[in-house]
């Protein structure tokens, strides 16, 4: 699958207006180059590893493709698990 050559989120069709307008709130205005590498894959519902240097987004690069994967499907609120997280470290699972 081919990676969007930036990270502007009209490259990511499958981002909400919301999770857009929410990102735009917190100051993002794309997609750093780990979310841009895994939102598909992850979103797409395949397996992945994936390393970056600390601080360079990586909780944002599985959790968001998650969260619009569940939106779009009508998950979000089921009570039921919905993807498994490992996190290596307490202090990131927290």
């Known amino acids: ?7 502007e989120f009209s490259s990511f069709p499958e981002l909400h207006p919301t999770t857009i307008l929410r990102l735009q709130e917190m100051k993002c205005k794309n997609l750093f180059p780990i979310q841009q590498h895994c939102f598909n894959p992850i979103y797409n519902r395949q397996d992945i590893i994936a390393r970056d240097l600390t601080g360079s ?17 009508k998950l979000l609120g089921s009570r039921k698990i919905q993807a498994i997280v490992l996190a290596p470290t307490r202090e990131l699972a927290i």
């Open 1 to 7: 699958m081919k990676v969007p050559a930036n990270g």
């Open 57 to 73: 987004g990586k909780t944002l690069a599985f959790s968001l493709p998650i969260l619009e994967f569940l939106r779009k499907n």
